[in-house]
Nanobody, 123 residues
Framework: QVQLVESGGGLVQAGGSLRLSCAAS????????MGWFRQAPGKEREFVGV???????YYADSVKGRFTISRDNAKNTMYLQMNSLKPEDTAVYYC?????????????????WGQGTQVTVSS
């Protein structure tokens, strides 16, 4: 049973930074594609970024240059470093995992999900 637990969310002022973590268990973490998604009130869940098992990353245009995804396979943990945060980044952030690389990179491409962590950016 794959379990994903996000942490690190909170309230931050615009221009600030946060680092989210996703602790994974019940899987061979190094083999998995790991992703971050977010969902704002009244909106669909949207792709933020992904990191492949080999470490290659891809990002949504809206966060490119501001967000960085990394993974520590020894700790079974993925990270999302968020810098230069904007009010429009406010959302619940979800960690996702899948054994296979699937495109397009949307929510349907991932089979396991965490419960989410709230990120609120004040203006």
């Amino acid at each position: 049973q794959v379990q994903l637990v996000e942490s690190g969310g909170g309230l931050v002022q615009a221009g600030g930074s946060l680092r989210l973590s996703c602790a994974a268990s019940g899987l061979t973490f190094s083999f998995y594609v790991m992703g971050w998604f977010r969902q704002a009130p009244g909106k669909e869940r949207e792709f933020v970024g992904v990191i492949r098992s080999g470490g290659t990353t891809y990002y949504a245009d809206s966060v490119k240059g501001r967000f960085t995804i990394s993974r520590d396979n020894a700790k079974n943990t993925m990270y999302l470093q968020m810098n230069s945060l904007k009010p429009e980044d406010t959302a619940v952030y979800y960690c996702a995992a899948d054994r296979s690389w699937r495109t397009p990179l949307n929510a349907k491409s991932f089979g396991s999900w965490g419960q989410g962590t709230q990120v609120t950016v004040s203006s």
